[in-house]
């Protein structure tokens, strides 16, 4: 069974920093692509970031350069650390995961797993 579990999110200033983690089981993490989504109210859910087996990363343009995802391939969780966060990084995040694959793709429908989401707030 197939179980991702998203955690670490929480209320943070602006201009703050938090650490997400997503822990994986019940599929072979080292062979799959991972990757953060992140959907705000009444808006589209959007990939953040994702990661592929070789560790070749991926951004979306309003998080580059503050953001950044990781996996530990030992303990098989992702990773994504949030720096200078904003206002606009506000929303329910959410891990996502499809293996094997050598690539990751951006859109919602191509992954296969998804984790239940852990909420970031953001305040001025």
């Known amino acids: 069974q197939v179980q991702l579990v998203d955690s670490g999110g929480g209320s943070v200033q602006a201009g703050g920093s938090l650490r997400l983690s997503c822990a994986a089981s019940?599929?072979?993490?080292?062979?799959?692509?991972m990757a953060w989504f992140r959907q705000a109210p009444g808006k589209e859910r959007e990939r953040v970031a994702s990661?592929?087996?070789?560790?070749?990363?991926a951004y979306a343009d309003s998080v580059k350069g503050r953001f950044t995802i990781s996996r530990d391939n030992v303990k098989n969780t992702l990773y994504l650390q949030m720096n200078s966060l904003k206002n606009e990084d506000a929303g329910m995040y959410y891990c996502?995961?499809?293996?094997?694959?050598?690539?990751?793709?951006?859109?919602?429908?191509?992954?296969?797993?998804w984790g239940q989401g852990t909420q970031v707030t953001v305040s001025s």
């Open positions: 019940g599929y072979t993490f080292t062979s799959a692509c």
């Open positions: 990661i592929t087996p070789a560790r070749y990363t």
């Open positions: 996502a995961a499809r293996g094997p694959a050598g690539v990751c793709a951006k859109e919602v429908s191509w992954y296969q797993y």
